[in-house]
């Protein structure tokens, strides 16, 4: 069998969302819609991986408080986890971190310094990696390692197998754009200057940030023997 992964959607159904992440996940995604309160049945996957949002993780949501409940019972039965963006702050929070809004936007593409973790196996140390938050973790949670940080502050931890990552190494340049236009309680200049930096060169530097996904299904691999047996090719990038 190849390796099963629960795909917590919350991006409210963004087409782009789907696209990416089964483009950089090489395994069987079930993916679930939790903005529309869709969860899975039960624990039975080999790993969980939370998307990003337009959400805050503190917002008082019936969605984002049943996301966190499944999450909870999934780090608790210690299943590996990826959260990117609101996914991490997630983690973040049901670890027991904090979460809390930055009062500016880090957006576009940036540079990013890792620890040397083996999610960034591959990764140059300072890397290009595209991203669009106003909320971020301030506080890590007991027992998690700062793996990732930018002058924003934290953009990574590990806890175990339970990985947060803040920026957005699945995007493409057509979702980069798109979110990015959707912003539109910034400044119009701002927009317009964010979205001149999405080029194809800008896109070539930060390809490297993908190696994180394979690097993610080789820990869940480490952690299941037999998923590792049953593993096929890597994932291809755009």
């Excluded at 040397?116 to 949670?141: K, R, W």
């Amino acid at each position: 069998m190849r390796t099963r992964i629960a795909l917590l959607n919350a991006s409210h159904n963004d087409p782009n969302t789907t696209r990416n992440f089964r483009r950089e996940l090489d395994a069987d995604l079930s993916e679930f819609s939790v903005t529309d309160g869709e969860l899975p049945d039960d624990y039975e996957y080999d790993a969980f991986v939370v998307t990003g949002s337009r959400a805050s993780v503190y917002w008082d949501e019936p969605w984002i408080e049943g996301t966190r409940d499944w999450v909870r019972g999934a780090v608790e039965r210690d299943l590996p986890a990826l959260g990117i963006c609101w996914g991490h702050q997630l983690l973040a929070d049901v670890l027991g971190g904090t979460v809390e809004p930055m009062g500016e936007y880090e957006l576009g593409y940036r540079t990013v310094t890792h620890t040397g973790d083996d999610l960034f196996a591959g990764v140059p140390e300072e890397f290009t990696v595209f991203t669009t938050h106003s909320d971020a973790v301030t506080e890590l949670p007991d027992g998690a390692d700062l793996i990732a940080e930018n002058d924003y502050g934290v953009h990574g931890f590990r806890h175990g197998d339970v990985f947060g990552l803040q920026s957005h190494p699945e995007y493409d340049p057509e979702t980069a754009e798109s979110v990015v236009r959707g912003k539109d309680h910034l400044p119009a200049e701002r927009i317009e200057a964010v979205c001149d930096g999405i080029t194809e060169a800008a896109y070539a530097d930060a390809k490297p940030a993908k190696s994180i996904f394979e690097n993610f299904a080789e820990t869940i691999r480490t952690v299941d023997p037999a998923a590792e047996a049953a593993s096929g090719t890597v994932a291809a990038d755009d």
